[in-house]
């Protein structure tokens, strides 16, 4: 029989998200999107994760003309904080270009689940709206998330 690993609940480790944390977090995300390489949808993401101690991890798409070879905002901003050492966080922001809200792709919202539990924050908006944001939980984007 497999090893059937399941990571630790998160949520009792989860801190309170002020709401000017979540501002920065945004703004850190816009951030990242005016750095996203994306020469052929030219759709600038920026994602950053809230980690430990309130410091922030960001990332950008970067797309490359075998698109699926294509890293989304969310996932490099994932590998940048693993890189860091950091694996838990109570926050997510995503940001990108265009006139609607930019809700994470599946491949991200798995990815994000491996080190996210069902209450993190997720908070999403249009870069040049910053101000009219949606907040919902991980557990509300991806209700029934693959698991080990």
């Not at 998160?10 to 998200?17: G, L, T």
């Not at 600038?44 to 430990?52: F, K, R, T």
């Not at 991980?138 to 698991?147: C, E, I, N, R, Y």
């Amino acid at each position: 029989m497999a090893n059937k690993r399941r990571p630790p609940a998160r949520s009792a480790q989860i801190p309170r998200v002020t709401p000017a944390a979540l501002k920065r977090l945004l703004r850190r995300a816009a951030a990242a999107a005016r750095r996203a390489h994306c020469p052929y949808s030219h759709y600038h993401v920026g994602a950053a994760l809230l980690g430990p101690g309130q410091r922030m991890y960001a990332g950008c798409n970067v797309e490359n003309a075998s698109y699926g070879l294509t890293l989304c905002a969310e996932r490099n901003a994932v590998v940048q904080a693993v890189a860091a050492g950091i694996k838990t966080f109570s926050a997510v922001a995503i940001v990108a270009d265009g006139p609607a809200i930019p809700f994470p792709c599946g491949a991200c919202r798995q990815v994000l689940v491996e080190f996210c539990g069902p209450d993190t924050i997720v908070i999403i908006a249009v870069r040049n709206r910053l101000d009219q944001f949606q907040t919902l939980t991980l557990g509300k984007l991806l209700p029934h998330a693959f698991t080990l």
